[in-house]
């Protein structure tokens, strides 16, 4: 499976729109979203609870009928007569799946092999998720890895060319989760492109080519991760821990501001974070103000600015806040 770059794009979305309606409210969860997925790409879709964006996964896995728009999945349109064929096509990963709990890993792989005649093998899809040697284990037997392992497993059965993972690590540890990131490495150097959700930044940054940022039913931002994170202006941020009263008259004052390469400043009791430019250059400006004030410096850390930052920036709210409905 390689991608072909005269085809169509993997997803194509125009002017989408959803709207629930329940005891005469009604809720807009997509509205007039836009969005193209690339061939062999590995797409993240980022945002809070109640951005939208599993009801706008849910239309392109065609669950969901949109209001308004055009969708179009692999060239094709869904309810055009060859649902079928394009389902097919798709691999399906929610953020939890039940299986039955007596069942083996082996005798639930061989159920939803059955649905694809054409597609892996029950030993094929158990060495792509590394769970060969839990075959023969039940269902209530295995941890959260490896369940959600073997979900992505069943995903993974008909051979799709487009596979959609829904937050697939939530609450996993950290080894778990890295051994997903390998499974969806590997669909994507065999030529598969992949729609992922998720809330863990580390994770669309590793495995993102390209990220859009859904809030309110609509796209806000989009880009690779460098480009997102170059968007704020500056790439870096200056933790200073001071005394309270010190910083209210530094301050007030209004001096750190004014150094170069600083671009915005927040400040929280003696915390003070500098967003700025160039570490280097501005953090001798920054010694030489406090000690010239007086001012002890209890505290100073520095980082590079996150995909987080980059979503703060845009919306106020962190990709953990709950949304609305």
Known sequence: ????????????????????????????AVDGLDLTVRRGEVFGLLGPNGAGKTTTVEICEGLLAP?????????????????????????????????????????TLQLFAAFYPGGRSVDEALALVSLQEKATARQAALSGGQRQRLAVATALLGRPELLFLDEPTTGLDPQSRRQLWEVVRRFQREGGTVV??????????QLCDRIAIVDHGTVIARGTPAELIRSLGAEHFLHLDLEPAAARELLAAGDLERLPEVQALQADGGRVVLTVASIHRVLPAVLDLLTGRGV?????????ATLEDVFVHLTGRHLRDEGAA
């Open 296 to 304: 002890v410096l209890r505290d100073l850390a520095t980082r590079h």
């Open 196 to 205: 992922l959700t998720t809330h863990y930044m580390d994770e669309a940054q």
């Open 1 to 28: 499976m390689t991608a072909d770059a005269a085809a169509p794009p993997a997803i194509e979305l125009r002017g989408l729109r959803k709207v629930y309606r329940r005891g005469g409210k009604q809720t807009v």
């Open 67 to 107: 209001d308004a728009g055009e969708v179009r999945i692999l060239g094709r349109q869904w309810g055009r007569g060859d649902d079928q064929s394009l389902r097919q096509r798709l691999g399906v990963c929610l953020q939890e799946t039940k299986f039955h709990d007596k069942a083996t890993v082996r005798e």
